[in-house]
């Protein structure tokens, strides 16, 4: 295991009110951990969120796979999907122990397969059920659970419906909610269709805030650049962000500096440097580079010569013998393609 649970209990779970919160959200294939520590080199205050993992795995399956994170990565909040109220205690339990900052409920994922195991975004038609899992959650572990959630589904969509979902899961204990500002529709779209097609209502995250002052609400959805994250910042006590920082990771580095302790941007031959370093880590454990590599293939987005050095990095990382120098040779080839 790459971090186990030495860290000060008292620094652990949600962020201080009156704090600023930005962060990254879970991302389906996208933000592991490989991911979230190229993520922490850009931004050191961003809050970090891994994949959803399902309760049922970490009590059932590797546990290692599914959980270990490097230290560097803290903060990072580790989302559980799942309905049941004593298997998400256990797997609550698990990953405090295994050394996670906050836990995070899933009640906002609208796939397929999530609606078939009875949980993500179709929960929020069960507002009791998710307070009985938040209430849960913090009983074995001591600490609130956060909820990322929707503004509604299908037909549910009116503000009332919002508004007592809140308030009953709020009753439960949870003092924290990511709220997805779209709807999520359960049949009929897929999860990549839910992200675009459902309008966004920001306004009815900030009504949720002004009406609930004392829970901290954090904006996600469709933002894209800085001057839309400093006008939520207005409204709601943060914003996280979804694909943009996937695509455009340097974005980051922004972001940060809207933190009131937020530290000067590295530049992106540094970044690449250190991820060097760490793969050469990673692949003397076992780690194939092309598992690295591909998360940071953003990193030049909008610079002169990044496609290439994209195909570059691509290509040679894609060989079973690739090593991490590949990493330093593709900034002497970003050199030459500039």
């Known amino acids: 295991m790459l971090f186990h649970a030495n860290k000060n209990d008292a620094a652990r779970g949600l962020p201080e009110a009156g704090k600023t919160i930005l962060s990254v959200a879970p991302m389906l294939d996208r933000t592991d951990r490989h991911c979230r520590y190229f993520f922490r080199l850009l931004a050191p205050g961003i809050r970090l969120y891994t994949e959803m993992v399902v309760a049922q795995a970490i009590r059932h399956g590797d546990r290692a796979r599914l959980l270990d994170f490097d230290p ?3 903060p990072v909040a580790l989302q559980l999907g799942g309905s049941d109220p004593h298997l998400l205690a256990d797997a609550a339990a698990i990953g405090f122990s295994w050394g996670y900052d906050e836990i995070n409920l899933n009640i906002g994922c609208p796939s397929d397969r999530v609606q ?7 929960l929020m038609s069960s507002p009791g059920r998710v307070a009985d899992c938040v209430r849960s959650i913090a009983d074995r572990t001591g600490l609130p659970p956060s909820v990322k959630t929707r503004i509604g589904i299908d037909d549910q969509d009116h503000y009332e419906f919002l508004r007592d979902f809140v308030g009953e899961v709020s009753a439960a204990g949870c003092r924290m909610f990511i709220v997805h500002a779209r709807k999520a529709i359960l049949s009929g779209l897929s999860p990549r269709e839910n992200r675009m097609i459902p309008p966004l209502r920001y306004d009815v995250v900030y009504r949720l805030k002004r009406e609930f002052p004392g829970l901290r609400i954090i904006l996600n959805g469709g933002v894209r650049d800085t001057a839309s994250v400093r006008e939520h910042l207005r409204y709601a006590d943060g ?6 920082a996937y695509s455009n990771p340097y974005w980051l580095t922004e972001l940060e500096a809207l933190l009131p302790d937020g530290r000067p941007a590295p530049n992106r031959e540094a970044v690449m440097m250190q991820m060097q370093e760490y793969a050469s880590r990673q692949i003397g454990s076992g780690v194939r580079l092309s598992h690295i590599s591909r998360h940071l293939l953003g990193l030049y987005a909008g610079q002169p010569g990044a496609r290439n050095w994209r195909r570059f990095v691509t290509e040679a990382s894609r060989k079973a013998d690739a090593t991490a120098a590949i990493l330093e040779h593709s900034l002497r080839h970003f050199e030459a393609s500039a």
């Open 116 to 122: 078939s195991g009875s949980f993500g975004a179709c």
């Open 239 to 244: 914003v996280m962000i979804g694909r943009e």
């Open 72 to 74: 560097l990565e803290h």
